[in-house]
T-cell receptor, first 113, second 111 residues
């Protein structure tokens, strides 16, 4: 069974540009989560999808971040426009149900210059 | 969610058992104890979880005290590949399903 995959593994962009991160959950997992770690800080929750619906988006920092999960399969996280403080590692996780453990992808390292 | 307290760092010799403590004195009856770890540059990896009984799987054992205010993760025969940051997380059975990560314990396995 393939694990959670994320693309790209690294992204370097300039301030003001747009970046889209992609997450492919484990097949059959209805629940998809985004987390991030910014430099020197703890891993923080961003949002949670159940299929294509946003269940909890309490961790989204501001309206420059847009997450989608059309069709309830893969998800994208768009940052537009990117700011310096958005630099960090963005993790995606998935679980079969909300009661199961979450499996994490390898993360996307975003650097905003 | 209840907060957890872990030592910032620990060392263990290769081949010995690594015992990682966690305090969660404000845990409520509807909260599980979860353990994850993050090996350098990888995503967090699920290890084990429990409610009130001790649990064991192929990776580790979880010992939860009777009052549930603390727990210990045991890696029975630590290897160099177990060097990682270990996170103890309290998570509600129902309701918000996000994981709340603290600083964790940086475990270093020494040869």
């Amino acid at each position: 069974e393939a694990g959670v995959t994320q693309f790209p593994s690294h992204s370097v962009i300039e301030k003001g540009q747009t970046v889209t991160l992609r997450c492919d959950p484990i097949s059959g997992h209805d629940n998809l989560y985004w987390y991030r770690r910014v430099m020197g800080k703890e891993i923080k929750f961003l949002l949670h999808f159940v299929k294509e619906s946003k269940q909890d988006e309490s961790g989204m920092p501001n309206n420059r971040f847009l997450a989608e999960r059309t069709g309830g399969t893969y998800s994208t996280l768009k940052v537009q426009p990117a700011e310096l403080e958005d630099s960090g590692v963005y993790f995606c996780a998935s679980s079969r149900t909300v009661y199961n453990e979450q499996f994490f992808g390898p993360g996307t390292r975003l650097t905003v210059l | 969610d209840a907060k957890t307290t872990q030592p910032p760092s620990m060392d263990c010799a290769e081949g010995r058992a690594a015992n990682l403590p966690c305090n969660h004195s404000t845990i409520s009856g509807n909260e599980y104890v979860y353990w994850y770890r993050q090996i350098h540059s990888q995503g967090p990896q699920y290890i084990i979880h429990g409610l009130k009984n001790n649990e064991t799987n192929e990776m580790a054992s979880l010992i939860i005290t009777e009052d549930r205010k603390s727990s210990t993760l045991i890696l029975p025969h630590a290897t160099l590949r177990d060097t990682a940051v270990y996170y103890c997380i309290v998570r509600r059975i129902q309701g918000a399903q996000k994981l709340v990560f603290g600083q964790g314990t940086r475990l270093t396995i020494n040869p």
